[in-house]
Protein backbone atom coordinates (compact mmCIF):
# COMPACT_ATOMS: atom_id res chain seq x y z
CA UNK A 1 0.00 0.00 0.00
CA UNK A 2 1.53 3.16 -0.83
CA UNK A 3 2.29 5.57 1.72
CA UNK A 4 3.36 9.30 2.25
CA UNK A 5 6.86 9.07 3.56
CA UNK A 6 8.62 11.77 6.13
CA UNK A 7 11.99 12.04 7.77
CA UNK A 8 13.08 12.85 10.28
CA UNK A 9 10.50 10.65 12.28
CA UNK A 10 11.91 12.75 15.52
CA UNK A 11 13.82 16.19 16.00
CA UNK A 12 15.58 17.82 18.76
CA UNK A 13 17.52 21.57 18.10
CA UNK A 14 18.18 24.69 20.38
CA UNK A 15 16.93 27.62 19.35
CA UNK A 16 18.31 29.76 16.70
CA UNK A 17 19.29 26.45 14.58
CA UNK A 18 18.18 25.57 11.60
CA UNK A 19 15.88 22.67 10.74
CA UNK A 20 14.68 20.87 7.76
CA UNK A 21 12.23 18.49 7.32
CA UNK A 22 11.64 15.98 3.99
CA UNK A 23 8.23 14.58 2.38
CA UNK A 24 8.08 12.09 -0.32
CA UNK A 25 4.08 11.55 -1.26
CA UNK A 26 2.48 8.98 -2.50
CA UNK A 27 3.58 8.53 -6.16
CA UNK A 28 1.09 10.09 -8.62
CA UNK A 29 -0.22 12.75 -6.30
CA UNK A 30 0.20 16.22 -8.00
CA UNK A 31 -1.20 18.19 -4.32
CA UNK A 32 0.97 18.00 -1.77
CA UNK A 33 0.24 19.95 2.21
CA UNK A 34 2.63 20.66 5.06
CA UNK A 35 0.49 21.01 8.35
CA UNK A 36 1.80 22.07 11.70
CA UNK A 37 -0.38 20.78 14.77
CA UNK A 38 0.27 21.45 18.06
CA UNK A 39 -0.66 19.43 21.10
CA UNK A 40 -4.60 19.50 21.97
CA UNK A 41 -5.18 21.09 18.87
CA UNK A 42 -6.39 19.90 14.84
CA UNK A 43 -3.67 20.18 12.32
CA UNK A 44 -3.18 23.82 10.43
CA UNK A 45 -1.98 23.99 7.04
CA UNK A 46 0.96 26.20 6.61
CA UNK A 47 1.73 25.37 2.56
CA UNK A 48 0.01 23.92 -0.36
CA UNK A 49 1.45 23.07 -3.61
CA UNK A 50 -0.10 21.98 -6.62
CA UNK A 51 2.97 20.24 -8.48
CA UNK A 52 6.17 22.67 -8.00
CA UNK A 53 3.52 25.48 -7.72
CA UNK A 54 2.88 27.24 -3.99
CA UNK A 55 -1.09 27.42 -4.08
CA UNK A 56 -1.66 28.82 -0.80
CA UNK A 57 0.96 29.33 1.84
CA UNK A 58 -0.81 32.38 3.54
CA UNK A 59 -0.41 31.06 7.19
CA UNK A 60 3.48 30.03 6.54
CA UNK A 61 5.85 32.40 8.68
CA UNK A 62 7.78 33.15 6.26
CA UNK A 63 10.33 35.08 8.04
CA UNK A 64 11.49 31.84 9.69
CA UNK A 65 9.64 29.17 7.60
CA UNK A 66 10.50 28.04 3.69
CA UNK A 67 9.00 25.19 1.90
CA UNK A 68 10.12 24.13 -1.70
CA UNK A 69 8.95 21.36 -4.10
CA UNK A 70 11.58 22.06 -6.75
CA UNK A 71 10.51 19.04 -9.36
CA UNK A 72 7.03 18.48 -8.16
CA UNK A 73 7.58 15.43 -6.14
CA UNK A 74 9.12 15.29 -3.12
CA UNK A 75 9.47 18.60 -0.57
CA UNK A 76 11.62 20.03 2.26
CA UNK A 77 10.15 22.73 4.76
CA UNK A 78 12.46 24.64 6.45
CA UNK A 79 12.68 26.48 9.80
CA UNK A 80 15.51 28.92 10.49
CA UNK A 81 16.10 30.23 13.16
CA UNK A 82 13.71 27.94 15.34
CA UNK A 83 11.88 29.13 18.43
CA UNK A 84 10.74 27.57 21.03
CA UNK A 85 7.34 27.85 19.63
CA UNK A 86 8.06 25.80 16.75
CA UNK A 87 7.63 22.56 19.00
CA UNK A 88 5.31 20.66 17.15
CA UNK A 89 4.32 17.83 14.93
CA UNK A 90 4.88 18.72 11.42
CA UNK A 91 2.62 16.50 9.25
CA UNK A 92 3.01 16.09 5.57
CA UNK A 93 -0.29 14.81 3.37
CA UNK A 94 -0.73 14.35 -0.28
CA UNK A 95 -3.75 13.91 -2.59
CA UNK A 96 -4.47 13.17 -6.30
CA UNK A 97 -5.72 17.13 -6.48
CA UNK A 98 -6.61 20.34 -4.35
CA UNK A 99 -9.66 19.13 -2.84
CA UNK A 100 -9.14 15.60 -2.93
CA UNK A 101 -8.91 12.93 -0.02
CA UNK A 102 -5.76 13.69 1.49
CA UNK A 103 -3.33 10.88 3.46
CA UNK A 104 -1.09 11.60 5.67
CA UNK A 105 2.51 10.58 6.75
CA UNK A 106 3.78 9.89 9.90
CA UNK A 107 5.02 13.07 10.64
CA UNK A 108 8.30 15.28 12.44
CA UNK A 109 7.76 15.76 15.88
CA UNK A 110 9.94 18.83 16.70
CA UNK A 111 10.83 19.53 20.03
CA UNK A 112 12.73 23.20 20.39
CA UNK A 113 15.24 23.84 23.54
CA UNK B 1 -12.47 32.76 9.39
CA UNK B 2 -13.49 29.49 8.76
CA UNK B 3 -14.28 27.77 12.23
CA UNK B 4 -15.02 23.91 13.14
CA UNK B 5 -16.31 23.55 16.62
CA UNK B 6 -16.50 20.12 18.26
CA UNK B 7 -16.59 18.92 21.77
CA UNK B 8 -13.24 18.26 22.88
CA UNK B 9 -14.19 15.61 25.30
CA UNK B 10 -13.37 12.94 26.60
CA UNK B 11 -16.61 11.13 25.70
CA UNK B 12 -16.53 8.05 27.70
CA UNK B 13 -18.12 5.15 26.62
CA UNK B 14 -17.75 1.62 27.33
CA UNK B 15 -17.07 -0.85 25.50
CA UNK B 16 -20.35 -2.23 22.48
CA UNK B 17 -22.43 0.79 23.24
CA UNK B 18 -22.56 3.76 20.34
CA UNK B 19 -20.01 6.38 20.57
CA UNK B 20 -21.59 9.86 19.13
CA UNK B 21 -19.62 12.33 17.26
CA UNK B 22 -20.85 15.91 16.29
CA UNK B 23 -19.17 18.76 14.70
CA UNK B 24 -20.54 22.39 13.18
CA UNK B 25 -18.69 24.16 10.70
CA UNK B 26 -19.13 27.95 9.93
CA UNK B 27 -17.88 27.73 6.07
CA UNK B 28 -21.52 27.44 3.85
CA UNK B 29 -19.37 26.67 0.97
CA UNK B 30 -17.48 23.57 2.49
CA UNK B 31 -18.47 20.75 -0.04
CA UNK B 32 -16.82 17.65 1.03
CA UNK B 33 -16.18 16.51 4.88
CA UNK B 34 -13.65 13.70 6.31
CA UNK B 35 -13.46 12.31 9.35
CA UNK B 36 -10.23 11.00 10.57
CA UNK B 37 -8.81 8.95 13.72
CA UNK B 38 -5.55 9.85 15.47
CA UNK B 39 -4.06 7.74 18.16
CA UNK B 40 -1.99 9.82 20.77
CA UNK B 41 1.46 10.58 18.94
CA UNK B 42 0.12 9.23 15.75
CA UNK B 43 -0.92 10.95 12.39
CA UNK B 44 -4.45 11.22 11.27
CA UNK B 45 -5.89 8.65 9.24
CA UNK B 46 -9.00 8.97 7.62
CA UNK B 47 -12.17 7.05 8.51
CA UNK B 48 -14.77 8.47 6.18
CA UNK B 49 -15.50 10.76 3.64
CA UNK B 50 -19.43 12.57 3.42
CA UNK B 51 -20.39 14.53 0.21
CA UNK B 52 -24.26 14.83 0.39
CA UNK B 53 -26.72 14.96 3.01
CA UNK B 54 -27.75 12.27 4.59
CA UNK B 55 -26.11 9.33 6.08
CA UNK B 56 -23.20 7.15 4.61
CA UNK B 57 -22.11 3.65 6.32
CA UNK B 58 -19.16 2.43 6.14
CA UNK B 59 -19.00 -1.26 8.43
CA UNK B 60 -19.62 -0.08 12.03
CA UNK B 61 -19.05 3.50 11.08
CA UNK B 62 -21.62 6.09 10.02
CA UNK B 63 -21.44 9.56 9.17
CA UNK B 64 -24.28 11.87 9.26
CA UNK B 65 -24.32 15.16 7.12
CA UNK B 66 -26.86 18.29 7.09
CA UNK B 67 -25.44 21.39 5.16
CA UNK B 68 -29.01 23.19 6.03
CA UNK B 69 -27.59 22.71 9.51
CA UNK B 70 -24.13 22.99 9.02
CA UNK B 71 -23.56 19.62 11.03
CA UNK B 72 -22.05 16.33 10.29
CA UNK B 73 -22.01 13.74 12.38
CA UNK B 74 -19.56 10.41 13.46
CA UNK B 75 -21.42 7.10 15.03
CA UNK B 76 -19.30 3.86 16.10
CA UNK B 77 -21.11 1.09 16.61
CA UNK B 78 -19.83 -1.39 18.72
CA UNK B 79 -17.09 0.42 20.43
CA UNK B 80 -14.31 -1.62 20.86
CA UNK B 81 -11.43 0.01 22.92
CA UNK B 82 -9.06 0.05 19.84
CA UNK B 83 -11.45 3.11 18.97
CA UNK B 84 -9.95 4.92 21.86
CA UNK B 85 -8.26 8.05 19.90
CA UNK B 86 -9.22 11.50 19.00
CA UNK B 87 -11.66 12.01 16.05
CA UNK B 88 -10.83 14.96 13.63
CA UNK B 89 -13.85 16.47 12.13
CA UNK B 90 -12.29 18.55 8.51
CA UNK B 91 -14.77 20.02 5.92
CA UNK B 92 -13.00 21.04 2.64
CA UNK B 93 -14.43 23.77 0.42
CA UNK B 94 -13.84 22.65 -3.18
CA UNK B 95 -10.61 23.26 -4.24
CA UNK B 96 -9.13 24.82 -0.92
CA UNK B 97 -7.59 22.86 1.99
CA UNK B 98 -9.17 20.96 4.44
CA UNK B 99 -9.81 23.42 7.77
CA UNK B 100 -9.24 20.91 11.02
CA UNK B 101 -11.51 21.01 14.53
CA UNK B 102 -9.35 20.68 17.60
CA UNK B 103 -10.72 16.75 17.49
CA UNK B 104 -12.86 15.13 20.52
CA UNK B 105 -11.26 12.68 22.37
CA UNK B 106 -13.10 9.12 22.78
CA UNK B 107 -12.50 6.87 25.21
CA UNK B 108 -14.12 3.56 24.92
CA UNK B 109 -13.25 1.64 28.37
CA UNK B 110 -14.01 -2.23 28.37
Known amino acids: EAEVAQSPRYKITEKSQAVAFWCDPI?????LYWYRQILGQGPELLVQ????????DSQLPKDRFSAERLKGVDSTLKIQPAELGDSAMYLC???????????FGPGTRLLVL | QKEVEQNSGPLSVPEGAIASLNCTYSDRGSQSFFWYRQYSGKSPELIMSIYSNGDKEDGRFTAQLNKASQYVSLLIRDSQPSDSATYLCAPNSGYSTLTFGKGTMLLVSP
Open chain 1, 49 to 56: FQDESVVD
Open chain 1, 93 to 103: ASSLGGGATQY
Open chain 1, 27 to 31: SGHAT
